[in-house]
């Protein structure tokens, strides 16, 4: 079955340094990539759309110029926190988009990164 | 503009008891439908989806959810629940009709879901 990995599954980092986590596709090709956060107890929230060799699309209310995203192939997606700080300690969790016959899509989720930032 | 509600934060359930998690949607156009479950730490695992067609959906682990179009509604459902079945249950619906959707997820809030033994 489709598998996507991330890379660091937990990262701490100190305050005002930047942390790159990566979303890659295992066995398939995925034009989109998304980009949710989530707090403690709370759902996921949709940070960015990726597709490959194009800008991220934010969703309201997310800094691009903090949320570094770059969709660098198919097969992978990063995520670059600038100048973390403690307020953007979260779960990240990525997602692949695969589009399947006819019209329709799967989206498989990555295991998601636990950023800490001290 | 699409959302998703999960109207019950914890749904505590003894095992062997069925376990229904409730789920109701609103979206301009024809709903996609999901069922995901999380447990500590780790990302979300699928269950099942409803797309077209039959409106009991049966998926992984023994779970199945019924689509409801006239009460907008998806509950997800197991007739046996085991301590195992302990986690974070979220609905997700994909909104066909938005032009500018991009096929995004909108996810309800999620439903602790917490079986005794």
């Known amino acids: 079955g489709a598998v996507v990995s991330q890379h660091p599954s937990w990262v701490i980092c100190k305050s005002g340094t930047s942390v790159k986590i990566e979303c890659r596709s295992l066995d398939f090709q995925a034009t989109t990539m998304f980009w949710y956060r989530q707090f403690p107890k709370q759902s996921l929230m949709l940070m960015a759309t990726s597709n490959e060799g194009s800008k991220a699309t934010y969703e309201q209310g997310v800094e691009k110029d903090k949320f570094l995203i770059n969709h660098a192939s198919l097969t992978l997606s990063t995520l670059t926190v600038t100048s973390a700080h403690p307020e953007d300690s979260s779960f990240y969790i990525c997602s692949a988009r695969v589009r399947l016959a006819g019209a329709s899509y799967e989206q498989y989720f990555g295991p998601g990164t636990r950023l800490t930032v001290t | 503009a699409q959302s998703v509600a999960q109207p019950e934060d914890q749904v505590n359930v003894a095992e062997g008891n069925p376990l229904t998690v409730k789920c109701t949607y609103s979206v301009s156009g024809n709903p996609y439908l999901f069922w995901y479950v999380q447990y500590p730490n780790r990302g979300l695992q699928f269950l099942l989806k409803?797309?077209?067609?039959?409106?009991l959906v049966k998926g992984s682990y023994g779970f199945e959810a019924e689509f409801n179009k006239s009460q907008t509604s998806f509950h997800l459902k197991k007739p046996s629940a085991l301590v195992s079945d302990s986690a974070l249950y979220f609905c997700?619906?994909?909104?066909?009709?938005?032009?500018?959707?991009?096929?995004?997820?909108?996810f309800g809030a999620g439903t602790q879901v917490v079986v005794t033994p």
């Open positions: 409803y797309i077209t067609g039959d409106n």
């Open positions: 997700a619906v994909r909104d066909m009709g938005a032009t500018d959707s991009w096929g995004k997820l909108q």
